[in-house]
């Protein structure tokens, strides 16, 4: 973008339809690309390192969730705000956020790092860990801590840079890391048999390149927003903004995360390292269509944020139609391969038989209602980008939490491993549910405004 007025009279002429298409397929590629991070790292792992390492490198997931959240509740209420206050024609305001984003990051990043660090044994207990997975849970976390940073400011300020106007550099930035990823873990894991510590050091070699080209980004004066050292100075209306809006996305992480400890521990109760080992392999897939939804949702929310700053109602909520058709397709589709070829599915990640039979069996019924899941996500998506925080974190909390916990609770007292897998789609019914119902509220509400909101 060369200006401003580029980005004003893209954002609210160009046809909803292409400019969704214009937005959404290079977060996606973003979205998928962090997905495929951890997949990459649990297919070589379970072919090269084993079971037991499959089921260790699981029991990460919850300290790998906290860490994103931290990226989220930055970067998705960060440039939510930008694409509001560009809407507005406000650049100052924006470049503020940007700088604001940068201190609000280190900051985090140092607490977390922290805490990890002195807590982790615990931590990975706590999780379900025994002592046949800890060993390779902590060998994993000791070597991927350090590239924690630089995946928060990756993925925080990519989000940022698409929001101001750079959606092709954006999936680049990803890219990169990806492809040196590819490239660099098959050779630490297999050429120079560092095992699951390799999987971590490539991922931090990867990750570390893309954050460097997505901070030089913003610190080239030819940018469209970049950073000003006057701007450094925190402002708290704009903390307030950032966090108001980013705390979604956040505690939907943070709810990942404590979901993840209360299911491992149920499974490891239940089932044993293998049924925790077949829940981290069916849920990388789920993963990555849930990612490539929430790629689609970014690509949805500068448009609807600039507009909705704009006072264009109208483009609003045609864009929130088709971002919600479209995710709708796509999680049928995901559905579909979990239900008609899951053993396809699990056998990427591993060879053991009776892993690959407990997890086609879980697979199949965890994603039993998935088609209903893209609706939520993107109605969830869309109240936040509206700056409408406390909507979109009740139903961020609806999915997994209010309902799926007590089911976690009650479902395998009855059912026992059976009622950990059926807790998880009943949970994602309820909610879905409720998303409808509150959709049509404020519907009701914004009538007068031509709502973005359909009925």
Known sequence: MENQNDIHRELTSLPVGKLLWKYSVPAIVGTMVMSLYNVIDRIFIGQGVGADAISGLALTFPIMSLAGAIGMLVGLGA??????????????????????????????????????????????????????TIPYAREFLIYIMPGMLCTNLCYSFNNMMRASGYPGKAMYTMLIGAFSNLILAPIFIFWLDWGIKGAAI???????????????????????????????????????NIVSIGLAPFLVNVASSVINAIINTSLYRYGGDEAIGAFGIFNSYATLVVM???????????????????????????????????ATICCTVGWIGSTFFPYYIIRAFTTDTNLIDVAIHGMRIVMGVFPIVGFQIVTTNLFQSLGMASKSIFLSLTRQVIFLI???????????????WIAMPVSDTIATAITLLLLWRTDKKLQNKNSVITR
């Open 79 to 132: 440039s939510a705000r930008i694409s509001i206050v560009l809407g507005q024609n406000d650049k100052v305001k924006a470049e503020k956020i940007l700088a604001n984003s940068l201190v609000l990051s280190l900051s985090f990043a140092v607490c977390y790092l922290t805490f990890f660090s002195v807590y982790m044994d615990d931590i990975l207990r706590s999780f379900g860990g025994s002592d046949r």
């Open 406 to 420: 007590p089911l976690l609770l009650i479902f395998p007292r009855i059912y026992a491993l059976n009622g950990i």
């Open 292 to 326: 490539l939804i929430i790629g689609l949702c970014q690509g949805m929310q500068p448009i609807v944020g600039y507009n909705y700053g704009a006072g264009n109602y109208t483009r609003m909520k045609k864009a929130f139609v088709l971002t919600g058709i479209v």
């Open 202 to 240: 490539a991922t931090d070699i990867a990750m570390a390149i893309s954050a460097a080209f997505v901070m030089i980004h913003f610190f080239n004066p030819k940018s469209q927003l970049r950073f000003h050292r006057r701007y450094f100075k925190l402002e708290w209306g704009i903390l307030f």
